[in-house]
């Protein structure tokens, strides 16, 4: 079962005689108004396991692409893909974090009705779920995720072919458009505990840009970039591979002298304003972490702080930095935007009732004992755009901050408040999920809100889930306003639609893929 520690479908039917209507419990907590989307699929993924996606991409052809973890042997794979059986170790073998796992790509057809590709990608340990993804110009499939098996299908000429763990290396590999190739495939790591987090980048040229952490002395860093030598318990990294995964282009490690993480990043095309430039967040524990002069944070707020940094083309400088928190513990989670004009957003979970919020944001006060946040940056990284949080009087938090194209920001994620601010025209306008005591975890559900592009009008809020735990954790848009969510579900619920791939829940935590279009 999914917890939210951190911070098909049965339907029971009430009938009114007088008028001849009945409603069911699902058409209960969905009919609020005139919903501004409607479901146009939702299925569930997953075998006898658990599953969660983390990752997707949309096609021109509506088809999406979907990056997870299992540790299901049954999952239903298709003919001819690069592996076709679970290769990681026995989930009874202990703490989910540490034992089991594969990665999965699964690709579904525009109607979410039909299965058009998967496959597992692992070794014999574990892989945590695909943490970054993205598409080259051939549309190949490039993933990292963190590994703990020492017999990945490493290939020839790959940068670092043997794993330099335990516990922990990073991995990237870049598979065919079909699922069926290995391109290549590499650990990149030392001798400690290193973990990937929060996406890649691909350029232009096709380099891949990587991000994540080490806890390594000998983590592999290049000559001339900005930090070669860790400083602290646990530094941020980044590291940008050649186009064929063959080697180094550069490496370098950011942070202080306690902890850091990274869980984004992007790269500028060459503009007026940026020639390549890396854009990276994450949340740091150091009261040293390298701000520059002008941020519009300088100094460590509370026990974990969110940091943004703009680093050059070739990491040898860092342009920018600044902390984002206040005094109790904020953490960055998966992924930034970054903008046409230079700004960066950012989005996360704040427990801090002091949080940096600015003037006319839709929400300055902290409501629970956590909320959801969203911040933009300015481009020259000196001040707050905006920043405004996001919640009820329970928790939330929130990923994937992704503009449309009129400016407006959509971010995902998860809440556990009755009373989360959703619109009149929701998809579902009621809380669905369990709960629990204050100060104990719960099953929240899942959560989608957009926001305007100065951040002080809240445009759309609705939940999105089943009486179990529900996480949406990424969020994409289509060319004619569809909105792509995945996630992982506990809900035996879970608003699946007639006709979908799968419409039971087969393990205790299954995948969900959700696909929202406009009703008028």
């Known amino acids: 079962m999914l917890r939210f520690t951190r911070y098909g479908l049965t339907f029971v039917s009430v009938c009114v005689l007088v008028g001849v209507t009945c409603v069911s419990k699902a058409q209960e907590r969905t009919a609020v108004g005139k919903s501004r989307y409607k479901i146009a699929y939702a299925t569930y993924f997953g075998g006898n396991g658990a599953e969660d996606a983390r990752e997707v991409i949309v096609y021109p052809d509506g088809s999406v692409l979907v990056g997870g973890q299992t540790n299901s042997p049954d999952l239903p794979v298709t003919e001819g893909v690069v592996q076709s059986r679970y290769a990681g170790d026995d989930p009874a073998l202990g703490h989910s974090g540490i034992y089991s796992g594969d990665c999965y790509l699964l690709r579904l057809d525009p109607d979410g009705k039909k299965i058009l590709a998967a496959t597992y990608f692992g070794g014999s340990k574990q892989e945590r779920s695909v943490y970054g993804m993205a598409l080259d110009g051939a549309e190949n499939v490039v993933i ?24 922990a290396d990073w991995m990237a590999a870049k598979l065919s458009a079909d699922l069926k190739r290995l391109v290549w495939c590499t650990y990149v790591g030392g001798g400690g505990d290193d973990f990937p987090r929060g996406g890649l980048g691909l350029d232009r040229e096709g ?96 026990q974990s702080d969110c940091y943004i940094a703009k680093l050059s083309s070739d990491a040898s400088r860092l342009l920018y930095a600044t902390y984002l928190g206040g005094a109790q513990n904020e953490f960055t989670e998966h992924r930034l935007s970054l903008a046409a004009d230079g700004t960066v957003m950012l989005t996360g979970v ?8 600015t003037a006319g944001a839709f929400q300055r006060r902290l409501k629970g004992r956590t909320d959801g946040f969203l911040t933009r940056l300015s481009a020259d990284g000196k ?79 609705t939940y999105l889930g089943g009486s179990g735990g529900d996480l949406i954790r ?38 969900v893929i959700v696909k929202l279009v406009p009703s008028r």
Not at 144 to 167: E, V
């Open 383 to 461: 001040r707050l755009a905006f920043s405004t949080l996001l919640g009820g009087t329970d928790g939330e938090f929130f990923l994937m901050p992704t503009p449309d194209g009129e400016g407006n920001t959509f971010v995902a994620g998860t809440t556990r408040s009755r009373d989360f601010p959703v619109t009149p025209d929701a998809v579902q306008g009621r809380f669905a999920g369990a709960t629990a005591p204050r100060g104990y975890p719960g099953d929240g559900d899942g959560a989608l809100a957009i926001l305007s592009p100065d951040g002080s009008k809240l445009l759309y809020a």
């Open 474 to 511: 990424s969020v994409a848009l289509g060319p004619r306003g569809e909105i792509y969510l995945v996630g992982n579900t506990s809900s035996g619920d879970f608003p699946v639609t007639q006709g979908a791939v799968q419409t039971k829940l087969r393990g205790g935590t299954d995948a």
């Open 207 to 302: 380099n891949v840009y990587l991000v994540g952490e080490t806890a390594s002395n000998d983590f592999p860093t290049t000559p001339g970039v900005f930090q070669p030598a860790r400083k602290g318990v646990r530094d941020a990294a980044i590291v940008k591979l050649k186009p064929d995964g063959s080697g180094l282009v550069f490496s370098t490690l950011l942070g202080g002298g306690d902890s850091e993480g990274l869980m984004g990043v992007r790269v500028a095309g060459t503009t007026q304003w940026s020639a390549g430039n890396i854009y990276v967040a994450g949340h740091t524990q150091s009261a040293d972490f390298p701000v520059t002069p002008g941020a519009p944070q300088a100094k460590h707020g509370g």
């Open 144 to 167: 990292t995720s963190a590994t703990r098996s020492p017999d990945l299908p490493t290939t020839k000429g790959c940068f670092q072919p043997k794993y330099g763990g335990p516990p």
């Open 350 to 357: 704040s427990g801090s009732p002091d949080f940096p919020t």
